[in-house]
Nanobody, 116 residues
Framework: QVQLVESGGGLVQAGGSLRLSCVASGKISSVNRMGWYRQAPGKAREFVANIASGGTTNYADSVKGRFTISRDNAKNTVYLQMNGLKPEDTAVYYC??????????WGQGTQVTVSS
């Protein structure tokens, strides 16, 4: 069983910053990819960023230059540094773990609200 626990969400003004964290526990392969998705009310869940255990990163175009994803493999933890936040970034942010040949795991989510 794998557990993912997110933290760091909150309410900020436009232009502000937040740092999200996700800690994974359980039986986790050393080869994996961890990432972040977000979902606003009434909208589909969308990709934000991810990072492989080897360090390769991917970002959605909407967050490039503003968000930075990083990880600590020893702690099975992934971070999302969010700068220059915009009201359209408001959503529940979910942590995701991908491992080879198994279904992905998801966290419960953390709310990020950006006021105008």
């Amino acid at each position: 069983q794998v557990q993912l626990v997110e933290s760091g969400g909150g309410l900020v003004q436009a232009g502000g910053s937040l740092r999200l964290s996700c800690v994974a526990s359980g039986k986790i392969s050393s080869v994996n990819r961890m990432g972040w998705y977000r979902q606003a009310p009434g909208k589909a869940r969308e990709f934000v960023a991810n990072i492989a255990s080897g360090g390769t990163t991917n970002y959605a175009d909407s967050v490039k230059g503003r968000f930075t994803i990083s990880r600590d493999n020893a702690k099975n933890t992934v971070y999302l540094q969010m700068n220059g936040l915009k009201p359209e970034d408001t959503a529940v942010y979910y942590c995701k773990l991908n491992q080879f040949s198994v279904a992905p795991d998801w966290g419960q989510g953390t709310q990020v609200t950006v006021s105008s």
